[in-house]
């Protein structure tokens, strides 16, 4: 068995100091200089462990039993540990000053450590506690009750000594809980164990940012963008995506919208510019109770808005009675240190999340400028590949956008090989590019493994099982989707392409509905149902919709009767007519649409030689062509079946 570290005494007055830094030991809380720094409780049990056997080699075997002593758990998580703490304390593993890496041993503390005991460890404390009054003199907080303190025996309480240090010491760490106005505020009835049970949900809303500036706009879902990447790693919570809190840009009511979002807790938060710095408030409200679960006030300086979005992406994990070690067992990597190249990503995901093209060319160059700031910022590689991917979907040609897409997600991979929206960016290009069904999937199934909370990895795959055949497994997929993401217009609109693919029409038609329920003027709802209205042979309405969507497209609304439907064979006919200019002209044409327009028309001619134009330049709407009913006429056309032979679609049905 291996030799553990003891324990300290958590009734023993210990102060350790090394550096600018000083541990409490007894209460488990880490100070720099007069400030209170945010670290989870395996991340403080590791440091102490390690302090209490300074300039020794502390063996992984011994550190496993002594921070995970009440469960069994990879050898990563300690690794991932290590890494926090030399972020949190600034150490690095190639120039070491504290924490020093012995291959195939194990880990040494080799900074000069101090020693506080009894009396020394209530000055110690104390001096934190002035220090921070200093600097926040006018700062309070209102706990809905209480903390917990624990009750010495008789004997102790009757010491003189007991009542000049014990608790002075006691006094001090409820002052520095209130000072700092970092508090937990939970009912007396709940645990934070209980806590743990209860949230399993949680949406974080866009930030209220004061004043409103230019760059408040990308700060406000900017911020909340990093602590939901951060949040999603933990397998235990399901923390809704940015692109389903994005409309609730500017902030609404909290309550309301965790109850629309089906989550058990929200967290709100406001961001106010000081001087030279941002003074952040956060609040965790129950959404079914209507209470506030937690809360925290502290003070970040601009140039460290990383540490900032990192402050409280940890302490409402802390709150949530988590132990904060990486789900996946891995350094996270995907993050900065470079603050600079920070704001340029939140600014691309800001023009990103806004779902236009010119937006989506906004936002790459801000990913690129921040790639240029911090060649190592895996995170902004994957936004790069998810504009790529998506420009493919505005009229660019898939030859522009594809491989740049791939490019830049096999980048962040080579940065961070176990980044789940890495694995599914590739995932998509491999899809809807390469045709490599094999590495698609493949792809999909690893990102979703690495996050299972991964809305995206989840509606994307379901999407790839579709074009497949596999209908039962892309509907299991696409509700795994929608439950973690369930006002994502895309996503429930997809729930009703599967069931179109599937020939399920009535269930298509529902699912579609309740797609325009959220927002009626969704164009690709529109359009998919007068895809569905044309199959099943209900031509007005299927006019009806695609004028619906054509409308709302161009921004406009145009009413339009059912007798005028002839009209849409001169529409057709323009189409093709129009594509064929293009082309002649070297523009990029959609071949998968011009297709439709000829069978529209009749002309399975005209059809084919639009397909085979689709399938030299890769449109990425043909991996559908074996699934898509209204290709049913080409079915038995020699022609038809070779093209669905050449991209192996045979193969995978």
């Known amino acids: 068995m291996p030799r553990t570290t003891a324990p300290t005494n958590l009734n023993e007055d210990i102060v350790y100091e090394f550096g600018p830094f000083r541990l409490n030991a007894r209460e488990r809380i880490l100070w720099r200089d007069d400030r209170l720094v945010p670290l989870a409780p395996k991340a403080i049990e590791t440091l102490l462990a ?17 921070v995970w002593s009440e469960a069994f758990v990879e050898e990563a998580n300690l690794t991932v540990q290590i890494s926090v703490l030399r972020k949190t304390l600034g150490d690095t593993a190639e120039a070491p000053r504290y924490i020093e890496t012995v291959a195939k041993r194990g880990y040494r503390f080799i900074a000069e450590v101090k020693v506080h005991r ?31 303190v624990p009750q010495e025996s008789t004997s102790a309480a009757s010491s003189p000594r007991w009542l000049n240090n014990r608790a002075l010491a006691g006094i001090a760490i409820l002052a520095l809980l209130f000072l700092a106005a970092i508090v937990i505020t939970f009912s007396p009835r709940w645990s934070s164990g209980d806590l743990r049970l ?4 949680l949406a974080v809303l866009p930030f209220q940012v ?8 990308f700060l406000s879902l900017g911020v909340a963008d990093g602590i939901i990447n951060k949040l999603s790693q933990y397998k235990e919570l399901a923390v809704r995506p940015t692109t389903a809190i994005g409309r609730y840009n500017p902030p609404q009511d909290a309550v309301a919208v965790g109850r629309e979002l089906g989550v058990e807790a929200v967290l709100t938060g406001t961001v106010q510019r000081v001087g030279d710095q941002w003074r952040v408030s956060v609040q965790l ?14 003070d970040e300086r601009k140039s460290d808005l990383l540490l900032l979005q990192d402050s409280i992406a940890q302490r409402v994990a802390s709150a949530l009675a988590m132990a904060l070690v990486q789900p996946h067992g891995r350094e996270d990597t995907t993050n900065t240190n470079n603050n600079e190249a920070l704001q340029e990503y939140l600014k691309g ?3 990103w999340n806004r779902r236009t093209r010119e937006s989506l060319y906004k936002s790459i160059e801000h990913f690129r400028r921040a790639v240029e700031l911090d060649p190592n910022y895996a995170l902004a590689y994957v936004g790069l590949a998810d504009c790529y991917n998506l420009l493919s979907l505005y009229s660019v040609p898939p030859a522009e956008t594809f491989p740049k897409a791939k490019e830049a997600a096999l980048k962040a991979l080579e940065l961070d090989p176990q980044s789940a929206e890495a694995h599914t960016s590739l995932a998509y290009a491999l899809f809807r590019y390469d045709w490599d069904w094999q590495g698609a999937e493949r792809e999909f199934r690893y990102a979703i493994e690495l996050n299972p909370n991964y809305a995206t990895a989840h509606h994307w795959y379901a999407e790839f099982l579709a074009a497949m055949g596999r209908f039962d497994e892309a509907l299991a997929e696409i509700e795994r989707a929608r439950a973690l993401d369930p006002l994502s217009l895309p996503i429930n609109t997809d729930v009703g392409e599967i069931f179109y693919y599937w020939r399920r029409f009535d269930e298509a ?23 569905l209205y044309e199959v099943k042979g209900m031509y007005d309405e299927a006019l009806r919709e695609y004028e619906l969507a054509r409308s709302f497209a161009q921004g406009r609304f145009a009413e339009r009767s059912a007798g005028q439907a002839g009209e849409w064979r001169a529409v057709w006919s323009n189409m093709i007519a129009s594509a064929t200019k293009s082309r002649a002209q070297g523009e990029y044409v959609y071949g998968y649409s011009a297709a439709l327009c ?6 399975a001619e005209c059809a084919i030689e639009w397909l085979t134009h689709a399938y030299r330049n890769r449109d990425p709407s043909l991996p559908f062509i074996a699934v898509d009913p209204l290709f049913d006429p080409l079915r038995s056309d020699p022609r038809f079946i070779s093209l669905v032979e050449a991209m192996r679609l045979d193969r995978a049905h």
């Open 210 to 217: 004061m004043p409103e500036t230019e760059e408040a706009g």
């Open 349 to 351: 995901r800001y023009f």
């Open 285 to 298: 409200i129950d959404a079914k109770e209507n209470r506030p679960l937690w809360a925290a006030k502290f």
């Open 50 to 66: 390690l302090i209490e056997r300074r300039g020794h080699v502390v063996s992984r075997e011994e550190l496993m039993a002594r």
């Open 118 to 148: 009894g009396e020394e460890a209530d000055e110690a404390a104390q001096a934190s506690v002035e220090a921070l009054a200093s600097v926040h003199p006018h700062e309070e907080a209102q706990p809905e009750a209480a903390p917990h």
């Open 198 to 201: 209860r949230v399993r949900s």
């Open 598 to 603: 000829c069978l529209r028309l009749g002309d």
């Open 509 to 531: 038609e529902r699912a579609y509905k309740r797609a325009l329920e959220l927002d009626a003027s969704f164009v690709r709802a529109h359009f998919e149902m007068g895809r």
